[in-house]
Every structure is written in C-alpha cells, then in structure tokens.
T-cell receptor
C-alpha cells in the first residue's frame, strides 16, 4: 500500500535532548512537509522540501532541523533549542507539479518529560 | 486579521442532519481549496479538493467555493456518528509545489 509512514507514534524526551522523528513515503512524491499541531492552534508549517538536498524554513523553524538525502525520507530533528517541543507532529507529501493537495502520515506525539 | 478563519465549534448535530462547515479567508490570491477530516490522534485525511469557484460533489460531501466572498463551505448530507471528527480547511495560491495555509479546524459531533 502506498502511503506516508511516521515513526514512532509516541515519543518521550528529556529536556535538553535532541530527538529525531522519522517520515518515509512510497508515493513517489517530490515535495515533503513537516507541520506542528497544538490544541487550538491548527497546523503550522515547520519545514518543507521540494527536491532532494534542498529544503526551506516554514513559519516556525526555530529549534528544528531537517535533511532530505533521499526522495522517500524527510526526518525532523527537534533540538534542545526548541522551547516548547511537546506537540503532535505531522509529516505530509504532495506530488508537486499540477498536484497541490497534500497527504498526511498518522503523526508522532512528542512529550518532553 | 488571520489569513484563514474557521469556527472551532464544537458543532453538535443529530444523526441524519445536514451539516454546514465554513471558512473565510483574506488573501484573494488563494485558488486551490481543500477539506481534511481528522480523527482524534490521527493524521488529517483529504476529503475534497477544488480549484477556483464552484461546487464539487463526492457522495455525501459537497464542497463550495465563493471567491468573490472569500468563503468556502463543506456540506455533509445524512450525517453519521462516524463523521464525528475535526474538519480542517486548507488553501494555497499556486498549483504544484505550494505550501498550504490551514484553518484551525471545526470539531463536529454527530449523536445517534
């Protein structure tokens, strides 16, 4: 089945630690995105990538980093510089070119303890 | 003024009712409009995708776009308890590699 796989589903982190969230897609989509979702805040764009080895900051990139070494993979690292990292993180992809709609993974719930 | 406004609800309706969900937006450059359904602790699922003004129907769902009023709607006919979820509107300016701007979502509760 084609789709977007995020792992893990739940993640706990101690303050001061970096943590990496995985996102893999087998839809052959060019573009991939990371969003953060907080209660009452909607989805906010963290980073996005339109092609391999290239990515752009979104609205709330501070304290996050990404890489895009393969078309299928777009991992997100939440660094210790992120002041309020507890949130629900969503990865998405889109086909690009004429296809604007994005398809989402099932999310990773990150909790800082 | 936020780019996309959406009433957070909750909107409570009885089973079988017609549901109307709405978003308004301020940026007239938006041309592509989407509706997503999100169940609790799950990723959003694409329901409807429309370009420019007009209506689009898919089963019990109808998406409506009025660009002159900067207003979009999603209608759900014969609502079911399984429709209980948060509905997110999203929009973009360009086709292709374009990021989406989301509303905050409306929680819908359909009671049996």
């Amino acid at each position: 089945d084609g789709g977007i796989t995020q792992s893990p589903k739940y993640l706990f982190r101690k303050e001061g630690q970096n943590v990496t969230l995985s996102c893999e897609q087998n839809l052959n989509h060019d573009a991939m995105y990371w969003y953060r979702q907080d209660p009452g805040q909607g989805l906010r764009l963290i980073y996005y990538s339109q092609i391999v080895n290239d990515f752009q900051k979104g609205d709330i990139a501070e304290g996050y980093s990404v890489s895009r070494e393969k078309k299928e993979s777009f991992p997100l690292t939440v660094t210790s510089a992120q002041k309020n990292p507890t949130a629900f993180y969503l990865c998405a992809s889109s086909g690009g070119r004429e296809n604007t709609e994005a398809f989402f993974g099932q999310g990773t719930r990150l909790t800082v303890v | 003024q936020k780019e996309v406004e959406q009433d957070p609800g909750p909107l409570s309706v009885p089973e079988g009712a017609i549901v109307s969900l709405n978003c308004t937006y301020s940026n007239s450059a938006f041309q592509y409009f989407m509706w997503y359904r999100q169940y609790s602790r799950k990723g959003p699922e694409l329901l409807m995708y429309t370009y420019s003004s007009g209506n689009k129907e898919d089963g019990r769902f109808t998406a409506q776009v009025d660009k002159s009023s900067k207003y979009i709607s999603l209608f759900i006919r014969d609502s079911q308890p399984s429709d209980s979820a948060t509905y997110l509107c999203a929009m973009s300016r360009y086709s292709g590699y374009s990021t989406l701007t989301f509303g905050k979502g409306t929680m819908l509760l359909v009671s049996p």
